[in-house]
């Protein structure tokens, strides 16, 4: 017996994600502030310094929508840093660097959060400065460039490796401030930035592969560009372009931002880049540009509040621009407003699932000790090398029920109606399907109180392979013939007669008492 599912063309390709589909909400930083920088370890992310702050924000997904302020708490850096850098490695989240705005100097400490332990460390850095530049490859968090003062810039990349715990140092090809970093593949890339002559176009690359450094140029020289990576490409974006270096083709090109502007921030959640707010000829802007890379569409969306120099990060479904600033002369402001983009996930995709393929009607008798085998159907529309069999599992009430085995074999086919307990017994179609035995008793204790020839619907439920934080669901439904009669034993019935009364409540007391005889 099987059920029926009518698909849409193509149905395990992605749509296209435009602004009109994003959700857009605001929360909170605990204080305005800008020249912070952010970055997500697990389920936190984290918003760290600010020019004259020490307070790092830090949003737990596992409690909650940004909007509820219980999923928000702080901490402490070490000391107030502006202009620093953050990255994640591992399980590791670090701010390394930064500015002491009212004290003046310059900083070399590394504030360290282990979301393994929740606790905080410190390290050093080789040099102290600000306005550098922090990304991750593999298991190496890099931090790169920097001003030490004295309009003098630092060439130095401090290497954290996460693996041996151990620091070690290398060198730019250029000495530069005000640069961006992001990694594609086996790449960290560390793009412009101000040299000793200007605005630079320098990128160094760092193979995580061979250990080698070489060279590439942006299409302009410039300083602060927002930098981000969406599947195998890496876009650096200022003024009226995105240079986009494509990492499995290792190409460069160019493409036009659709706002031009400068000071902009950006991230990415799956396959959607997000560039937001920043600086024009006129002032501040709100203009939100996303990218859907699959796509490889643009659409347009805006702030709360046009400013720039904000801190970015994604975590989840979720991407986040938080505080910056609308300072312009002698007006505007510093903010605390942290802007929210919560990008629709795929929506569920219907299978076909048989219970006792070749069976028809599917009893399931009570008092079996077995498996009960089951089969997603596989069709010119469906490919189940796509479904992540570790995520099947019978859901039923609030018990997920998953299955102790699973294959692949041609088995059945479909039926042609949409019919849960429609039932047919052909055998294989010529499509692979995905074979699963799931224990018959876990089953029948999910199910409960049942009678002899019930029919139950049984939906099972999983994700395809999916890249995070998109996995896409699947479910489908098939019914069972219930063989026989199953009463959950209710642990208040004492005596096993199918009622609760005084019987069973004298018997529990009786059998109470006895246990709180001490013997001599």
Same mark, same amino acid.
């Given at each position: 017996m099987l059920m029926v599912v009518l698909f849409v063309a193509m149905p395990w390709a992605s749509e296209s994600v435009f602004a009109s589909d994003l959700v857009h909400t605001t929360a909170r930083l605990s204080m305005a502030r800008y020249m912070l920088d952010a970055t997500t370890v697990g389920n936190k992310a984290m918003f760290a310094g600010g020019l004259g702050y020490r307070v790092v924000d830090i949003y737990d997904a596992s409690l909650g929508d940004p909007t509820d302020s219980n999923a928000w708490s702080t901490a402490t850096l070490s000391q107030t840093a502006g202009d620093l850098a953050a990255t994640t490695v591992g399980n590791k989240a670090m701010f390394a660097g930064g500015y002491l705005y009212l004290l003046g100097g310059y900083i070399d400490g590394v504030d360290i959060y282990d979301a393994d332990t929740d606790s905080w460390s410190t390290a050093a850095l080789s040099q102290p400065r600000d306005a550098l530049a922090a990304t991750t490859v593999g298991n190496k968090a890099m931090f790169a460039g920097g001003y030490l003062g004295w309009f003098k810039n630092s060439d130095v990349v401090d290497i954290y490796d996460a693996d041996t715990d151990t620091w070690s140092t290398a060198t730019l090809s250029q000495a530069r401030r005000y640069l961006s970093a992001t990694a594609v593949g086996n790449k960290a890339m560390f793009a412009g930035g101000i040299g000793a002559a200007g605005p630079s176009s320098v990128v160094d690359i760092y193979d995580n592969d061979t250990g080698t450094w070489s060279t590439a140029t942006l299409s302009q020289a410039c300083e602060l560009l927002a930098a981000t990576t969406v599947g195998d490409k890496a876009m650096f974006a200022a003024g009226s372009s995105i240079d986009i270096y494509d990492a499995e083709t290792d190409t460069w090109s160019l493409v036009t931002l659709p706002h031009a502007r400068i000071e902009l921030s950006a991230t990415t959640v799956g396959n959607i880049a997000i560039f937001a707010g920043g600086r024009y000829s006129e002032g501040w802007t709100d203009v939100v540009d996303i990218y859907d890379a699959d796509a490889n569409t643009w659409s347009t969306t805006t702030l709360l509040v046009a400013r720039g120099h904000m801190a970015a990060t994604s975590v989840g479904n979720k991407a986040m621009f938080a505080g910056g600033t609308s300072m312009w002369g002698e007006g505007g402001q510093l903010h605390d407003v942290v802007d929210i983009y919560t990008i629709p996930g795929p929506a569920t995709? =219907? $299978? #076909?699932?048989?219970?006792?393929?070749?069976?028809?009607?599917?009893?399931?008798?009570?008092?079996?000790? @077995? !498996?009960?085998?089951? #089969? /997603?159907? %596989?069709? &010119? +529309? $469906?490919? /189940?090398?796509?479904?992540?069999?570790?995520?099947?599992?019978?859901?039923?009430?609030?018990?997920?029920?998953?299955?102790?085995?699973?294959?692949?074999?041609? $088995?059945? &086919?479909?039926?042609?109606?949409?019919?849960?307990?429609?039932?047919?017994?052909? @055998?294989?179609?010529?499509?692979?399907?995905?074979?699963?035995?799931?224990?018959?008793?876990?089953?029948?204790?999910?199910?409960?109180? !049942?009678?002899?020839?019930?029919?139950?619907?049984?939906?099972?439920?999983? $994700?395809?392979?999916?890249?995070?934080?998109?996995?896409?669901?699947?479910?489908?439904?098939?019914?069972?013939?219930?063989?026989?009669?199953? =009463?959950?034993?209710?642990?208040?019935?004492?005596?096993?007669? %199918?009622?609760?009364?005084?019987? +069973?409540? #004298?018997?529990?007391?009786?059998?109470?008492?006895?246990?709180?005889?001490?013997?001599?």
């Open positions: 995709i =219907k $299978v #076909a699932v048989d219970i006792k393929p070749g069976s028809c009607p599917n009893p399931l008798n009570v008092k079996s000790s @077995g !498996v009960l085998p089951v #089969a /997603v159907l %596989g069709s &010119a +529309d $469906v490919n /189940v090398l796509d479904i992540d069999p570790t995520s099947i599992a019978f859901s039923i009430g609030d018990v997920n029920v998953g299955a102790i085995r699973c294959g692949y074999e041609d $088995v059945a &086919a479909p039926v042609s109606d949409s019919n849960d307990c429609n039932c047919i017994t052909d @055998g294989p179609d010529g499509f692979l399907d995905l074979t699963l035995k799931f224990k018959t008793q876990r089953i029948v204790e999910a199910i409960g109180d !049942v009678n002899d020839g019930d029919v139950l619907v049984l939906t099972l439920t999983g $994700v395809l392979f999916d890249p995070m934080p998109f996995e896409t669901p699947i479910e489908g439904a098939d019914c069972i013939l219930i063989r026989g009669r199953h =009463k959950p034993i209710n642990p208040a019935d004492i005596n096993k007669d %199918g009622v609760v009364n005084m019987t +069973d409540f #004298a018997l529990m007391t009786e059998n109470w008492l006895q246990s709180s005889i001490v013997q001599d």
